[in-house]
């Protein structure tokens, strides 16, 4: 894939010659590339599924490592010339750090994988507040010997902006299908996406923390939400305190495969026309 230019925007930067208040607005360009999923991005990998899961009983780890052990199938999102720094991120890992991460588990022929068990377990128990069609829909697409579910991973910090998932998904669906056309088992009848969003409290609202994520929303069959508000989420700014007067929410969105791709396909619709 060739490396998209990204722009973070403006960031407020402190002015040291000035007075403790002084700030000036500065754009900074910021170029990004995917690169294969490596050893050596372990800790970046399972920072990015910490700050999805948070607290959820999944060993996060064997995971990671999980990821790592099919690297022929998605990416990850490193800076390109990443300027010396005193200061490391140690949850990243030791070389370039990790900023995003895009791939694609499949949880039916991995099912007995102890991480992939724990996901599944977790999506049915979330899912218990859920109407009963929904329970019954859900438990018949985990459980269909007839067709694999993938369970999609599209994680980035927040800075990143969302431009560059249509490349990431792109490059996905053709990694996905030269495996197909050697025989593994990457074509999928379903996707399973859990996406971070938020809400503001007694609102309805809900806002896509990954904004291409609501377009793909509309093209999933069903979702659910589910409050992760009582664990600490270091998604949007750090943490989510009473004063922000927001809740934390993660949706399951279960998408036909078809559907997937007409979804992209709206995203990068979308991205052009701003």
Not at 198 to 214: C, H, I, M, V, W
Request: include cysteine; aromatic fraction near 6%; glycine fraction near 4%.
């Amino acid at each position: 894939m060739s490396p998209p230019m990204m722009k973070e925007g403006s960031s407020d930067m402190d002015d040291d010659d000035d007075s403790s208040d002084g700030e000036v607005n500065e754009e900074i360009q910021v170029e990004f590339e995917a690169r294969t999923i490596e050893d050596s991005d372990f800790h970046g990998a399972r920072a990015l599924l910490q700050q999805l899961f948070l607290k959820a009983k999944i060993d996060l780890s064997e995971m990671a490592n999980t990821i790592i052990s099919q690297n022929y199938i998605g990416s990850v999102i490193k800076q390109i010339d990443i300027p010396d720094s005193d200061e490391e991120d140690d949850d990243m890992g030791e070389g370039d750090p990790v900023l995003g991460l895009i791939t694609v588990i499949n949880i039916t022929e991995k099912q007995n994988v102890e991480c992939v068990k724990q996901f599944r377990s977790m999506l049915m128990e979330k899912c218990q507040a859920c109407s009963q069609q929904q329970k019954e829909r859900l438990s018949q697409i985990l459980t269909d010997a007839d067709q694999q579910v993938g369970y999609l991973i599209s994680e980035r910090y927040i800075n990143i902006p969302p431009q560059i998932s249509v490349p990431m998904y792109e490059s996905l669906f053709k990694e996905m299908e030269k495996c197909t056309r050697k025989k593994m088992k990457y074509e999928f009848g379903h996707y399973i996406l859990i996406s971070k969003c938020y809400r503001p409290k007694g609102s309805d609202q809900l806002f896509y923390t990954n904004a291409e994520e609501e377009l793909i929303s509309k093209e999933c069959e069903f979702s659910f939400t589910y409050s992760v508000a009582s664990e600490r989420d270091t998604v949007v700014d750090g943490k989510w305190d009473a004063e922000d007067q927001m809740e934390a929410l993660r949706t399951v969105l279960v998408i036909p495969s078809e559907n997937l791709q007409t979804a992209v396909a709206n995203i990068k619709t979308a991205l052009a026309a701003t």
